[in-house]
């Protein structure tokens, strides 16, 4: 510092949020220690640069880009750039070094006043690094300590992250942190989760439902939620130096039962291999889809045409560019349609007939259901023991820390699959009493039904009761191959009346 007098210096000042909490009003601290320096040793002050962004890098530093701007036009006025302590300067080992060599290219010394160094002196090679590295060390440590603690908080079953939609931030009687159900949204979200798992719903079909407009959905958080296995009151705990990725019993509360949450994952991962390409209902034509050309066996489409009166016609019709002009009204296959319904539709014996076998056949397989029940709980005690008897091993030594971790995640998960079926087991939907008469009056009125349903209701009424396409003769459509369920119902209806 003997040679300073009459040099030409840069000032820079960086003060982050943490220190002005901390150390009160160090920016002023900063300042005056640095002008004191230049009056003491002679150096000229060219430029005062002063910011609060973090160290960790230098792109996004505003202030300090702009210092670089100024150098750059004014380098040959400038011999020292100062800072207060290295770490006001950079917090990165490797950007220092990197930064430092550049201006010196540019003939300008970068130095600390609280810690001066002589780049020049390979005495003082080993000391630069570590000043530099020194930072850069701490906010490593600081790192690991932010990540330890917030991954013990993950294994006492605390989810210490953005609460997810549903969820709002809370306390627990102990004042820890503990999110809380939405007083609102969750409830939302448990309908959701139960809808999309009846299979009746796509995922296009919830975000358009009215009942959801309160959480916002989109696609991609729709699918983020569904996915998501922390309404079920599970966490993921990561995997972290020798421990494995393992799931946490959250202490948060559960918004989805596990059953449900299996059932979706289900649904959703046959969808994605099904991949189906999406339709277009219209519901002028709800056949559409549904029939099959009577002169060429090909399916049929429809479309509406203009007449001169400006009235709209509408038409199932055959694909005139493969050679067929099979062209039929809607009103033809529309009435011959309701003929059908009509004719299928069973008598009060027959109804009486139906609803007692499903009522022997829900009974047998309730019982069914309370037996696997029992073996499922068996199974269940029976995992425990093993995880209570690895803790043991743990303790006593027999074990090691990395083969327990590993033992205890294979055990969590067959136990995440017993419970999943334990929940389906329970949750199976027991209210028979309402189920069966609500069935046998879709049966008994499905002209009523299909003719107040939606068009996309009527398509998926259309998909479950045929197998096959209907085909029109003389105004009548022939005899319609249902699928297997519903083709019972109506051998059962056609003897009734045979008979």
């Not at 973090?54 to 800072?83: G, H, M, T, Y």
């Not at 696997?372 to 995992?383: G, R, S």
Request: aromatic share 8%; hydrophobic share 35%.
């Amino acid at each position: 510092m003997n040679n300073l007098r009459g040099k030409r210096a840069i000032l820079y000042r960086r003060v982050s949020t943490t220190d002005q909490r901390i150390h009160g009003n160090s920016l002023d601290a900063q300042r005056d220690s640095l002008r004191q320096f230049c009056l003491t040793n002679g150096v000229e002050i060219i430029k005062e640069f002063q910011e609060d962004h973090s160290a960790k890098d230098f792109e996004n530093r505003p202030v300090f880009q702009e210092l670089l701007r100024f150098v750059k036009l004014r380098k040959n006025e400038i011999d020292l750039l100062l800072v207060t302590q290295f770490d006001r300067f950079s917090r990165n080992l490797m950007l220092s070094l990197g930064k430092i060599n550049e201006l010196r290219e540019c003939k300008i010394e970068v130095n600390a006043i609280h810690n001066w160094t002589n780049w020049d002196s390979p005495n003082h090679f080993i000391p630069n690094i570590l000043n530099l590295s020194l930072p850069e060390s701490d906010n490593r440590m600081r790192a690991y300590r932010t990540k330890e603690g917030l991954r013990q908080g993950l294994k006492e079953g605390r989810y210490n992250g953005k609460q997810p939609l549903g969820y709002m931030p809370g306390k627990d009687a102990a004042s820890k942190v503990l999110m809380q159900p939405d007083p609102v949204k969750a409830r939302l979200i448990s309908a959701l989760f139960k809808c999309f798992a009846t299979g009746r719903f796509s995922q296009n079909q919830l975000l358009k439902d009215e009942r959801f407009s309160l959480l916002k959905l989109t696609k991609s958080n729709l699918s983020r939620i569904l996915s998501n296995e922390i309404y079920t009151g599970r966490i993921t705990l990561p995997a972290f130096d020798e421990e494995v990725e393992t799931t946490i019993i959250g202490q948060h509360e559960s918004l989805v039962s596990m059953g449900t949450f299996q059932k979706v994952q289900e649904i959703r991962n046959h969808r994605k291999k099904q991949a189906p390409k999406a339709q277009k209902f219209n519901p002028e034509l709800p056949l559409r889809g549904h029939l099959k050309c009577p002169k060429c066996s090909r399916n049929l489409t429809g479309s509406g045409s203009k007449s001169k009166s400006g009235i709209k016609h509408f038409y199932y019709h055959c694909n005139s560019r493969l050679g067929c002009d099979y062209r039929g009204r809607r009103q033809e296959h529309h009435k011959a349609f309701n003929t059908l319904l009509e004719s299928i539709r069973p008598k009060d014996g027959v109804a009486q007939l139906f609803e007692a076998i499903l009522r022997d056949e829900f009974n047998t397989r309730n019982n069914s259901a309370v037996s696997e029940l029992k073996q499922a709980e068996k199974t269940l005690k029976t995992l425990q023991n093993k995880k209570d008897a690895l803790l043991d091993k743990l303790l006593e030594g027999i074990v090691s820390n990395a083969d327990y971790q590993t033992h205890i995640s294979n055990l969590d998960g067959k136990m995440n699959e017993v419970n999943a079926h334990i929940d389906r087991l329970n949750g199976t939907d027991t209210g028979i009493e309402d189920f069966i008469p609500f069935g046998i009056s879709l049966l008994t009125n499905l002209e009523a039904v299909f003719e107040k349903a939606s068009v996309e209701t009527k398509h998926q009424l259309l998909g479950s009761i045929l197998a096959e396409k209907l085909e029109l003769k003389g105004g009548k459509y022939r005899t319609p191959v249902f699928k297997e369920g519903f083709g019972f119902i109506f051998q059962s209806v056609s003897q009734s009346v045979t008979r």
